[in-house]
């Protein structure tokens, strides 16, 4: 199947910081999105992404299919950006895999 | 629109057991999705129904099991509980088009003791 890999593994950041999250995938894929999982466990679609580039208020997202990765972008972070994210992709085979996500940890 | 909903959000069993756990989806979504999320494994695919029909499945032993009704409402089923199915069981929704954006549910968090 196809291997997911996320990086970093965890972010520290100050309040006010940028960052940029890295998604890197094995084969073509036919789907790609980004979630945000809360503390209670929720995962919150931020950007439904198999190729180009989206933004949604501080957030943005590129994904380069040819080249096999995805980028998510935090501007101005926030205490509340705090958490897990995670990228997720679909092959052929119509089935979905998980990285294993990056902690990000925003400081006051 | 009420997003996707699954019941019981906790759920405490003994080893051997088994367990049901529902999950109804997004109104007019007609594709759900399971996932299993443990702290040793991440995020992983079980199966997922179209249609009333299962249309695509992951690694997981025949001990997991899942079904889906006409109204799209999905069960998903494990008998003979083991301390390893401790997890937090995710459900997804999605339109229907196989490669369809999917929004996921609270979650059902299942401890085996």
């Known amino acids: 199947g196809i291997q997911v890999e996320q990086s970093p593994p965890d972010l520290i950041l100050q309040e006010g910081a940028n960052s940029t999250l890295r998604c890197n995938f094995s084969?073509?894929?036919?789907?790609l999105q980004w979630f945000h999982q809360n503390p209670w466990g929720q995962l919150i679609n931020l950007f439904y992404?198999?190729?180009g580039t989206k933004q949604n208020g501080r957030l943005s997202a590129t994904t380069v299919a040819t080249e096999r990765y995805s980028l998510l972008y935090i501007s101005s972070s926030q205490t509340t950006d705090s958490g897990v994210y995670f990228c997720?992709?679909?092959?052929?085979?119509?089935?979905?895999?998980f990285g294993d996500g990056t902690t990000l940890t925003v400081k006051p | 629109k009420a997003g996707v909903t699954q019941t019981p959000r906790y759920l405490i069993k003994t080893r051997g057991q088994q367990v049901t756990l529902s999950c109804s989806p997004i109104?007019?979504?007609?594709?759900v999705s399971w996932y299993q999320q443990t702290p040793g494994q991440g995020l992983q695919f079980l199966f997922e129904?179209?249609?009333?029909?299962?249309?695509n499945k992951g690694n997981f032993p025949g001990r997991f099991s899942g079904r889906q009704f006409s109204n799209s409402r999905s069960e998903m089923n494990v008998s003979t509980l083991e301390l390893g199915d401790s997890a937090l069981y995710l459900c997804?929704?999605?339109?229907?088009?196989?490669?369809?954006?999917?929004?996921f549910g609270p979650g059902t968090r299942l401890t085996v003791l």
């Open positions: 997804a929704s999605s339109p229907g088009a196989l490669y369809n954006e999917q929004f």
């Open positions: 084969d073509s894929v036919n789907n």
């Open positions: 992404i198999p190729s």
């Open positions: 997720a992709v679909w092959g052929n085979a119509g089935k979905s895999t």
């Open positions: 109104s007019g979504h007609r594709s």
């Open positions: 129904y179209f249609s009333e029909t299962q249309r």
